[in-house]
């Protein structure tokens, strides 16, 4: 919570400015009845119509005075909090993007989103509803005591005996709603989680018509959501009901207590009448303040479970590590990680390149091939071990420096709704030629040029208006658009034929001598001319070496060569 | 796909929205009746009340020891009474209040997402995620806020004003002139502003949704965006669009919060001509003064609830323009409705023909012209080609995701829009190269297809299908959940859960769309004789690259540019020399 007013502190001025004009609006706005008694109690005898439409017209300009106050201020605070609003949600988008891939893997995607949207929007109604309400109210709460307490002090201690009453249970109450409301924002998170499943899988919802039971999915989901909303609000609504019954039975002990004192001949009942009165206004005023804890509460869980993001340390810091003698390219040395701490996902892996050698990985599904691109790209840093770039630990680069060093074409899509074009570009305003020349180079040119627009074709949202294929090209036209120092093909091109393929090899061997490339594949012809082969097994190297080398003195790589070779052996003895 | 312009509908009128939301409300009938009714005896209970307190107050006289103390404690005594009862109506009040609010978010939501997996798949291709989301998110929180804590609030403000309006016409009726000039006033002016603010909200619902888009599709595309380090590219790009955003929700705000101000300015200016005319009318000695001043009372009681009523117009405002939202996902057009006579597809044996197909996504650009081919029951056909020449559409067309143009596709000569799409669909087992996996246990996963399958069965077919070790080695084997973060498991491991959950299904038919793509060779040779297994006795289509697979194939169909360029067995194509004589060639230049 104190995090998120943290944002309202640059406007404390204004809202100062605000505070007073709201303070003169409600004193104009009180004076308007007495103008009133005045009609009627001078004006009126005194039998002058000019004095009671004198006295008209002072009403009509104070309520005139009080209108354009209350509107000038109700719309600069609205101004001021959508400001400080707009910041906190920057502020939070920028943290998520800096949380490492194991701590958003924590928070959850979905999760992520949701405290970007529904609980930025919590915390807008709070403040709303605090700037709207919450300056008025304890005024007239404030004024209403203090009239009261010039009527009869004994009086307004029976008053101030609520206060701590109704005070506790305001307190005791938000400290129930708060979880409750967080737990609401949980079962939120839950919801959009199953709608995004459903998004994603829709081909394979409607396929296995499956429609029905995903119905009922989400039907349980969104009861819970209902179930936990309510039960939030409920806490809430219980206390402020709870604080209207203490001051209603106040009110009633205030009876007997001023009978008795006037019986006694200590007080008027006169007194009693206009205490009653006040004390009218002072419930009015708790009733609303109730309804802004309510406000407040579900604002405070929400302000806490963005605090929680706010409160991720950096992750994956730049470390002052010496630079290693010796240096390569590239150094995996004694590399050792798991994702969950339990059975190792790498272990002792390690291997040296030199600049513009191209390393190939390959090995069965699951055995570590994406978790040491993950690693390379410090993703997650290693457990043991260490990863060396010309001789720099990678956890001592710093993060825009090393990202620099990149080129990346990962397994998922991630395809903008943007510009072929910008999407080869991702944000990183390299020359046009660059651009073309990647296309090229990752046999995308041919394709793009068929596009109507060609380089300015619009893709649709995650580049639904492409094929498998064509997406992978594209990726990898992003991937070597910058003429990186490091390739990182991860099973980039397993949409290709083979034609195509053996194309892309082709013109990244010539085009890119500078870069060290490593190429993660399944087929051993996207590898067989790599100057060193790593072979994975459940995380280890069971094989390191040139193709030729391999075939004899690693029988895993020779079997998966053999069983691809045949088939194509086969395909040749057929078309012979 | 290429997306599809939408075409601008025309809203809807109002009415029919105030009409359509009302019955989300109307449908708790009972709930909201006891509510309403609730709500007045609680209203007249606080009525009653200051009566007694002041009979209370009138017994305790007026000096030293007249009080009647027996009178007062009876009276309290009967007040306390009274608020506890107050209390119980108010609790039970906010119960049932809380209960319709949640069921109508509950149905609201509960009818968008059915909505949504009744649309056609395009509906998907062509929307940010997050903007769905956010019309299940927001936009309905928005109209249970605003709509419906306001609704019961609007029936006691009704009650108060017509009350008041009645004491008052038998104080003084001639001041009541009063009102018909500045009750219209505050009419016009709560209708004014609700129109004025209409369009900013709408446009805050807007900025919103496309904003909610950007960041589920961000942040989903965390990886890719951190592999490049264009963090703060996209955040500068956040910067817009949330700035867009806070500004229409300001604008929006700003001008909704006109609405209390300015009707309270209406009734202090009635209270004024009220206490002017009132006072004249006490000088041409037509009124009491004790009337005057007791009509003014009453006229507080009578204004405020009005200034409350618009105050209550303004906020709903913003729920109008949500619901806007959420009923343009109602009104979507759905998957064209089964023929009224159509025929569930049972007893296939498998025979799928296409004659003269002619499709395209959008009506100008045709994907796939004139294609004819005959699929006889348990044969092969495999579907080959260039990357983008429009495989993945014959599938599309098969399982219904889309509609052909012209022509007509049989499955053992019934039409297929003959049949339920439920029916069509699910003679088929689908396997994409896109794997598929929800939030769940791995059992969970692989079961999805088939009811009722058994933990044997599902073990059974992962070990079929190669995964069964993997599986077993995780923390809690088959119980494990398989979350979204994708800690642990590959690409190829998911693709091959779906291999298996493709096996516990009998259907007759299957589509193989680069099924093993993520698969390494090893393990594909391993799962090759579950493979077969798999493709036995049923008609297939196979989508594939390495040309090996489906050598054998029954009917090979080549595509290039979108259409199908040659068809026929292998040995038939080779003689051709053709596209797919080069194609297979090719294959050698890398070996």
Redesign the interface.
């Known amino acids: 919570m104190k995090h998120t007013l943290k944002y309202l502190k640059p406007y404390m001025g204004f809202f100062f400015v605000i505070l007073l004009a709201k303070l003169t609006a409600a004193v104009l706005e009180l004076m308007?009845p007495s103008a009133?008694g005045d009609?009627?109690d001078i004006?009126?005898?005194s039998?002058s119509?000019s004095l009671?439409?004198r006295?008209?017209l002072k009403?009509?300009i104070?309520?005139?005075c009080?209108?354009?106050l209350?509107?000038s201020s109700?719309?600069t605070s609205?101004?001021f909090?959508?400001?400080a609003?707009?910041r906190l949600?920057?502020d939070l988008?920028?943290k998520?993007?800096?949380l490492s891939?194991a701590q958003?893997?924590?928070v959850?995607?979905?999760s992520?989103?949701?405290r970007?949207?529904?609980d930025t929007?919590n915390i807008?109604?709070m403040l709303?509803g605090c700037m709207?309400m919450g300056i008025r109210t304890p005024i007239l709460m404030v004024g209403g005591i203090i009239v009261a307490l010039q009527e009869d002090v004994m009086l307004t201690l029976v008053l101030f005996l609520a206060v701590p009453m109704v005070t506790l249970v305001a307190i005791h109450g938000n400290r129930i709603a708060v979880p409750k409301f967080r737990a609401r924002q949980a079962a939120?998170d839950h919801?959009?989680?199953t709608?995004?499943?459903?998004?994603?899988?829709?081909?394979?919802?409607?396929?296995?018509?499956?429609?029905e039971h995903?119905?009922k999915r989400?039907?349980a989901v969104?009861?819970d959501?209902?179930?936990k909303?309510?039960d939030a609000?409920?806490v809430s609504?219980?206390k402020s009901?709870?604080n209207?019954?203490i001051l209603?039975?106040m009110?009633?002990l205030m009876?007997?207590v001023?009978?008795?004192r006037?019986?006694?001949?200590l007080m008027?009942?006169g007194k009693?009448?206009a205490f009653?009165s006040y004390f009218t206004m002072i419930t009015n005023a708790a009733l609303n303040i109730a309804n802004i804890l309510m406000m407040v509460s579900n604002g405070t869980a929400s302000a806490q479970r963005m605090a929680e993001i706010f409160e991720k340390p950096q992750d994956l810091q730049v470390q002052d590590i010496p630079q290693d003698e010796n240096p390569c390219a590239l150094e995996f040395r004694n590399v050792r990680f798991s994702?969950?701490g339990?059975?190792d996902?790498l272990e002792n892996l390690s291997f040296r390149l030199e600049k513009g050698q191209t390393l190939g990985i390959?090995?069965?599904?699951?055995?570590g091939?994406?978790t040491l691109v993950n690693l390379l790209?410090r993703?997650y840093d290693v457990d043991e071990g260490a990863i060396f770039i010309h001789g720099q630990d990678i956890r001592s680069i710093e993060?825009?420096a090393?990202?620099?060093k990149?080129g990346?074409a990962?397994?998922?899509d991630?395809l903008?709704?943007d510009t072929t074009q910008n999407n080869i570009d991702?944000?990183?305003h390299l020359p046009k030629e660059n651009l073309l020349e990647a296309a090229k180079i990752a046999q995308a040119e041919e394709?793009i040029r068929?596009k109507e627009g060609g380089m300015d074709y619009?893709l649709?949202?995650?580049g639904?208006?492409?094929?498998?294929?064509?997406k992978?090209?594209l990726l990898i036209a992003?991937a070597v658009a910058s003429k990186p120092e490091i390739l990182i093909l991860d099973?980039s091109s397993?949409?290709?034929?083979?034609?195509?393929?053996?194309s892309l090899?082709r013109a990244l061997s010539e085009n890119l001598h500078d870069t060290t490339k490593i190429i993660v594949a399944?087929?051993?012809?996207s590898i067989a001319n790599a100057d060193l082969i790593l072979v994975l097994e459940d995380g280890k190297v069971i094989g390191q070496g040139k193709h030729q080398d391999l075939l004899h003195s690693c029988e895993?790589y020779a079997?998966?060569a053999r069983?691809?070779?045949e088939?194509?052996g086969?395909?040749?003895a057929?078309?012979g | 796909m290429a997306k599809t312009e939408q075409i601008k509908k025309t809203r809807q009128p109002r009415s029919k929205l105030y009409s359509r939301l009302w019955r989300y409300v109307d449908s708790n009938r009972p709930l909201v009746v006891t509510a309403v009714c609730l709500q007045t005896i609680r209203q007249i209970a606080d009525l009653v009340c200051p009566l007694l307190s002041g009979l209370a107050i009138d017994a305790i006289g007026l000096g030293k020891g007249e009080a009647d103390l027996p009178k007062v404690f009876t009276l309290v005594a009967v007040i306390v009474l009274l608020r506890l009862v107050k209390y119980a109506l108010l609790h039970v009040g906010a119960i049932l209040n809380q209960r319709i609010s949640s069921r109508v978010s509950y149905s609201l939501r509960r009818d968008v997402f059915q909505k949504l997996l009744t649309l056609p798949v395009s509906y998907f291709d062509n929307r940010q995620t997050g903007d769905i989301l956010s019309v299940l998110s927001y936009d309905v929180d928005t109209v249970k806020n605003s709509l419906v804590n306001n609704i019961q609030v609007l029936f006691s403000l009704v009650l108060d004003i017509a009350i008041s309006a009645i004491m008052m016409a038998l104080i003084l009726p001639e001041l009541m002139l009063v009102f018909c000039v500045t009750v219209p006033l505050s009419i016009a002016f709560a209708v004014f502003i609700s129109r004025y603010v209409r369009p900013f909200f709408r446009a805050r619902s807007k900025t919103l949704g496309k904003l909610n888009g950007f960041t589920e599709e961000m942040i989903s595309g965390q990886k890719t965006i951190r592999a490049y380090g264009r963090q703060e590219e996209i955040v500068a790009k956040y910067a817009v669009q949330n700035h867009e955003a806070a500004e229409a929700s300001q604008k929006a705000r700003a001008r909704g919060a006109l609405m209390g101000p300015g009707m309270n300015l209406i009734n202090n200016i009635s209270l004024t001509l009220i206490s002017i005319f009132g006072g004249i009318l006490y000088l041409m000695k037509r009124a009491l003064l004790g009337d005057v001043s007791a009509f003014v009372q009453y006229s507080r009681r009578f204004l405020e609830p009005i200034r409350r009523v618009g105050d209550i117009l303004g906020d709903l405002q913003s729920a109008f323009s949500a619901s806007e939202r959420i009923f343009d996902v109602l009104d979507e057009p759905t998957e064209t409705a089964d023929a009224p006579d159509a025929k569930i597809l049972t007893d296939v044996a498998g025979e799928v023909s296409m004659e003269h197909i002619t499709f395209g996504y959008t009506e100008d650009k045709t994907v796939i012209s004139d294609l004819s081919l005959c699929a006889k029951p348990g044969s092969l056909v495999a579907i080959v080609g260039h990357t983008g020449a429009g495989k993945t559409t014959i599938i599309n067309l098969l399982m219904r995701f889309y509609d052909a143009q012209k022509g007509l596709i049989a499955v053992d000569g019934k039409g297929i829009l003959t049949l339920t799409r439920d029916s069509l669909r699910r003679g088929y087992t689908m396997v994409l190269q896109d794997t598929w996996l929800f939030e769940g246990t791995v059992f969970e996963n692989v079961a999805y297809g088939k009811e009722g399958v058994t933990l044997q069965q599902v073990e059974e077919v992962c070990k079929v299908a190669g995964i069964h070790d993997y599986v077993r080695h995780l923390p809690q084997g088959y119980d494990t959940i398989i979350r979204g973060g994708g800690t642990g498991i590959s690409k190829g491991q998911k693709q091959m859960l779906t291999i298996a959950r493709a096996m516990l299904m009998d259907s007759p038919m299957l589509i193989l769309d680069e099924a093993t793509s993520n698969v390494d060779t090893r393990t594909e040779q391993k799962i090759q004789s579950a493979m077969r297994k798999l493709m036995e006795g049923r008609t297939c289509f196979v989508i594939a690259h390495r040309l090996s697979t489906i050598r054998h194939a029954d009917l090979i169909l080549v595509m290039e540019n979108g259409s199908v360029q040659e068809q026929g067995t292998h040995e038939e194509l080779m003689a051709k020399n053709g596209v797919y004589a080069a194609l297979y060639h090719s294959q050698f230049e890398n070996g």
Request: glycine residues 6%; neutral net charge.
């Open positions: 308007i009133l009609i009627l004006a009126a005898p039998g119509v009671i439409v006295y008209g009403m009509a104070f309520a005139l009080t209108a354009t209350n509107m109700n719309i609205s101004h909090i959508h400001k609003v707009e949600r920057q988008f920028q998520v993007s800096t891939s958003l893997d924590d959850t995607e979905a992520a989103v949701t970007l949207t529904s929007y807008t109604q709303i709207t939120s919801m959009v989680r709608v995004q499943e459903n998004v994603t899988g829709i081909r394979v919802i409607k396929a296995l018509s499956k429609t995903e119905k989400f039907d969104n009861a959501l209902a179930e909303t309510m609000s409920l609504s219980k009901n709870t209207i019954l209603n039975l009110q009633a009876i007997l001023g009978a008795l006037v019986n006694a001949g008027t009942a009693i009448v009653m994702y969950l339990q059975a996902n390959i090995g069965a599904t699951g055995s091939k994406t790209l993703f993060d825009g090393l990202r620099e990149f990346v990962m397994q998922s991630f903008v709704a991702f944000y990183r394709f068929e619009p649709a949202i995650k639904a208006n492409l094929s498998g294929g064509q992978q090209r992003r099973d397993s949409a290709l034929d083979y034609r195509t393929d053996a090899r399944q087929r051993v012809s895993e079997h998966i069983i691809q070779m088939a194509v086969e395909e040749v057929h078309c």
